[in-house]
């Protein structure tokens, strides 16, 4: 199975702040990446598809790239809406494997 | 509007039966995979099933093979989720979602809970 290790697992930042979330995946998966985010009480949201196309409708200061196999999400000038739990998932085989999630908290 | 209206869940008994189900709109539901993800109270996330778009071809986690069976009905525009043999780690939400023509999801339900629990 493709292990996705994802980091930090819970930050704290402040508005109009940058924060940064990596996923490194065990072996090469191409760009078969997935960033969504979770917020209790309402469904999944996907954030970012295939590494780093916004996906329709996700707020456009989400960005998604890729150094070899750490991925990251990028959140610019960071909004009180984005408290949530992020996680990355590979989908290039099976089993679709997810990260560990990372909280984050809005100062 | 894509729209994912996941129903079905609540208490189950060890060893008991539910089955889920998931209404779409907004999108041409034959055209495309669709898929179970779960989340235990918790714990993170795993995707433990998908479904062609004809129904012809489906995936299944080791963790629920020959216990679950995912289907769907594409006159009505609806995936299913048929789950037997249920034991306590499989408390969790169930989330369908749909999967984008490449490739990984792109919309989810709202997600519904089931807990078996004697």
């Known amino acids: 199975d493709i292990q996705m290790t994802q980091s930090p697992s819970s930050l704290s930042a402040s508005v109009g702040d940058r924060v940064t979330i990596t996923c490194r995946a065990s072996q090469g998966i191409s760009n078969f990446l997935t960033w969504f985010r979770l917020k209790p009480g309402k469904p999944p949201k996907t954030l970012i598809y295939a590494t780093s196309t916004l996906q329709p409708g996700a707020p456009s200061h989400f960005s998604g790239s890729v150094s070899g196999t750490d991925f990251t999400l990028t959140i610019n000038s960071l909004q009180p809406d984005d408290s949530a739990t992020y996680y990355c998932q590979q989908y290039k085989s099976y089993p679709y494997t997810f990260g560990q999630g990372t909280k984050l908290e809005i100062k | 509007e894509v729209q994912l209206l996941d129903s079905g869940g609540g208490l189950v008994q060890p060893g008991g039966s539910l089955r889920l189900s998931c209404a779409a709109s907004?999108?041409?539901?034959?055209?495309?995979?669709m898929s179970w993800v779960r989340q235990a109270p918790d714990m993170g996330l795993q995707y433990i099933s998908d479904?062609?778009?004809?129904?012809?071809?489906?995936y299944y986690a080791d963790s629920v093979k020959g216990r679950f069976t995912i289907s769907r009905d594409n006159s009505k525009n609806t995936l299913y989720l048929q789950m037997s043999s249920l034991r306590a780690d499989d408390t969790a939400v169930y989330y369908c979602?749909?999967?984008?023509?490449?490739?990984?999801?792109?919309?989810w339900g709202q997600g519904t809970l089931v807990t078996v629990s004697s």
């Open positions: 979602a749909k999967t984008r023509a490449a490739g990984g999801v792109d919309y």
């Open positions: 907004g999108f041409i539901f034959s055209n495309y995979a």
């Open positions: 479904i062609s778009g004809n129904g012809g071809k489906t």
